[in-house]
């Protein structure tokens, strides 16, 4: 699977999971590696599935607990989410707790609820993100946002604050794809950004024909394919497939 993933096989990498855990389908790294592959490839339920059964053969490991978190939270069950990141700090993991730093935000509809809700940890960063999430008048000041999201990440990694912004603001739609570029010279962090495209609320970046190029150059359609079943960004069509809203 390592090998597949590094080498952008990763259409591949699911299907070597999977014969893993038929293999030793009590080998918990083959449970949380498969959950984060399936939340990855857009199947959230799935990714759950597989950390609560890695969880059930290894419940004293830290990075189990992170595994379902992450699993929660992509399912939005931020509460359990928030209790297993509290969970994997006590058994030895080191971080912060993203949803509860940001639980505040999911009651937020607008622009001015969001900044009411800043987190203390960020605000010093609370008017550069006001250059970045006030609605601008043109292309002009939407390409400046965009520039200036891209100069903070330089400076510190926020990529979790940045997550779905692309998604969430139409008109930060390119900061998807600078993010993506950006992270190609971290494997780690772009495994991470990655994800946020099979959120329900990306259909501006699924129409963005780079999106496609994406799908393609990792080949998640092959695994797709493999197994049947396609995330709601994409879908068959005839001997090919088309990414996007019908």
């Given at each position: ?79 359990e989410a928030i209790a297993m990141f509290d969970l994997a ?144 960004a994409c879908r068959p069509e005839g001997d090919t497939y ?5």
């Amino acid at each position: 699977a390592l090998v597949y993933r590094f080498d952008n096989e990763i259409g591949k990498v699911g299907q070597t999971l999977q014969r893993a855990i038929e293999l030793n389908p009590n080998l918990p790294d083959a449970r949380i590696a498969y959950s984060y592959w399936l939340f990855r490839s857009g199947d959230n339920d799935g990714a759950l599935e597989q950390a609560k059964i890695a969880a059930d053969l290894d419940p004293r490991n830290d990075r189990v607990m992170m595994a379902l978190a992450n699993a929660y939270w992509s399912v939005s069950r931020s509460e359990e989410a928030i209790a297993m990141f509290d969970l994997a700090n006590e058994l030895g993991r080191t971080g912060p707790n993203w949803p509860r730093l940001t639980v505040g935000w999911a009651k937020c509809a607008d622009i001015a609820c969001f900044f009411d809700n800043f987190p203390g940890e960020l605000m010093q960063f609370r008017d550069r993100f006001a250059d970045i999430y006030i609605e601008p008048n043109n292309e002009e000041e939407a390409q400046a946002a965009i520039d200036s999201a891209m100069a903070l990440m330089q400076e510190v990694d926020l990529l979790n604050w940045f997550n779905g912004s692309s998604c969430r603001f139409e008109y930060l739609t390119p900061l998807f794809f600078e993010l993506f570029d950006l992270f190609l010279e971290s494997e780690g962090s772009l495994y991470w950004h990655w994800p946020n495209a099979w959120n329900p609320e990306c259909t501006n970046v699924w129409a963005d024909p780079r999106f496609r190029d994406l799908v393609d150059e990792f080949r998640f359609a092959e695994y797709w394919q493999h197994v049947g079943e396609w995330p709601t960004a994409c879908r068959p069509e005839g001997d090919t497939y088309v990414c996007g809203q019908p």
